[in-house]
């Protein structure tokens, strides 16, 4: 959108082939008065007349829209008692009569995920939003007197405008947190991203840009939360995720689920297949290595459950060739490891369904990282001053020193960081270039944001200031993985487990319906320990509300698991096959040398068979890898 008639149209018709993964099934284009809305279609619903962008004839407002609204019959239901009129059955007509009507207020009725925008011929506005929790992407720059938006990078990094400039403090944070995003800023220098829950407004000749949230979760003190009975939250949860999962069973098109083996998939495969009538089948996924498979739970769980589930076996020597295409269908570095076996499982998926249920979310929502947010516990028990020379150290003392490393922690910040990073500030300042170490003034921009973050979350209990942290940091992440991976199979993900009244619930519950001892005697065992130790004895029960109240639906051995993440091995095999791909990536990269110091990056690779390295080796290879694809540049 721009104030010259003149419209890129070139470069708007390469964004839609860049996204056609996205959209297979249709385009459209609508161009006038300066302004133009591509759209590449995933039909679900309403397959024949749902083609985008749509326009409204009594109005002339416009729409594109990426997602899904589940509540769509409901407010068509209202519409028509205002007289509405409406010629097709999509969501995407009930969302642009909405908008049309009632404006951007319409945003609170809305149930989805879901990234749109809105134009408004009659007061020349471009209006954009983005679902409460950011399960749909969408980027946007002001750049050369253009406003330019798009679901993918790869879309916008079609636009000349846009350039291929790499956003430093953005990259020296995806080092430490596989983050493609530090708050609204991207990797790529310009391009921002609409944060989760927030809209926007371009308005006027010259394009004024502004943003706003309209939804956010809860921030309470302990004393703010409710007071309410342990069993009466696990009744409430039940009946909420169950409202969930009806809800996004909507679908024209076959669908079908992810089963992992773990709690939170047993849960949402339970639930959906009830409520399908056990028509509901799912998709597994693994390596044949030790350690690393879960093909016992999945099929506990299928069994439990009478569901069907196909297995999908990965082969190792394939990872190479589907992280460099992951990379490239996103425009971005691939995020964790895991994300491209879903992109297999994807793909293996797409040959019955089209829509695929994921159980993505709950970790963030009930609390199932056990070290991130138990630490809290260590950081409430540490000094915040250092002791005194010849002073004796206490019980909680010495826990913290075997995690780390100290014994005072002046802030919240501190166990975050040492336990969150993949990368640690020490192992950066040898790696990069004395240039790059400069110009980011000690990560000033990361600490910097993360200070006002956390700040945000002062009131809270440490555990709470921690949740909160991820659920604005790791799930808007982890969302985005779910969405790239899936789409790039041309596979539409969606996750119950954030639907924004589950969400708004957990987060005004106490910390210890999420993480708590076992019992008494586990408590009295855990005096000594910190996080960590008390975990790997098997002190402490996450999630606890999810637990109980599934606990008749999912087998008791998956009620019992602990947490495994879906783990991929590469940090083994960097010592092994991927390290030609490691060597090839950062070698040839215009990164190696600018951004890392070469001398430093060889060593990493010359000791890839060392954990130690495989851990640093995964997020330099990406960077390295989407540098070499994309062509951007320092």
Known sequence: MNGNPAVPLASVRLAMDAMRRRGPDGEGLFSANGIALGHTRLAVIDIETGAQPMTDPETGCVLVFNGEIYNYRDIRRSLDAEGIPFVTHSDTEVLLKALARWGTGCLEK????????????????????????????????????????????????????????????????????????????????????????????????????????????????????????????CETVSSLF???????????????????????????????????????????????????????????????????????????????????????????????????????????????FTVALSGEGADEVFGGYVLSYFSARDYDRARRVPPQPGEQLTVADRAAMRLYRQVCMEDRLTPYFILNSWISPAQKSRLLTPESLGALKGDEAMLDYYTDLAGKFSGCSTFDCYMHMHARINLEGLLFRVDSSTMAASVEGRVPYTDHRLMEFAFTMPDFFKIRWKDDAAMDAGEAMNAREADAAGLLESKALLRRAFAGRVPPDIVARPKMSFPVPVREWFGGFLRETASKHIMESKFCGTLFDREQAGRLIACAELPQSGHVLWPVTSLCMWQNITGVSL
């Open 242 to 352: 169950a409202d969930s999962v009806k809800e996004q069973l909507v679908s024209d098109v076959p669908l079908g689920g992810f089963l992992s083996g773990g709690l939170d998939s047993a849960v949402l495969s339970s639930l959906a297949a009830e409520l399908t009538g056990h028509k509901f089948d799912a998709y597994g996924t693994g390596y044949d290595l030790d350690g690393y498979s879960e093909w016992p739970y999945i099929r506990m769980a299928a069994a439990f459950n009478n569901m069907r589930c196909k297995e999908v076996r990965l082969v190792p020597e394939q990872y190479p060739e589907a992280w460099a295409f992951l990379t490239d269908e996103k425009g971005l570095p691939v995020s964790t490891p895991n994300e491209i076996p879903i992109m297999h499982l994807a793909s293996a998926l797409k040959n019955d």
């Open 110 to 233: 809305l149930s989805g995920m879901f990234a749109f925008a809105f134009y408004n011929p009659a007061e020349k506005t471009l209006f954009l939003a983005r679902d409460r929790a950011g399960v749909k992407p969408l980027f946007y720059s002001v750049a050369g007197g253009s406003f330019i938006f798009a679901s993918s990078m790869k879309a916008m990094l079609c636009f000349d405008a846009v350039g291929k400039s790499a956003d430093l403090d953005v990259c020296s944070h995806y080092l430490a947190t596989l983050r493609t995003t530090m708050g609204a800023r991207t990797l790529v220098r310009g391009v921002s991203t609409l944060l989760p829950g927030e809209c926007l407004e371009v308005s006027g000749a010259a394009g004024r840009v502004k943003t706003r949230k309209y939804w956010d979760f809860p921030v309470l003190t302990p004393s703010e939360k409710p007071n309410i009975p342990f069993e009466r939250a």
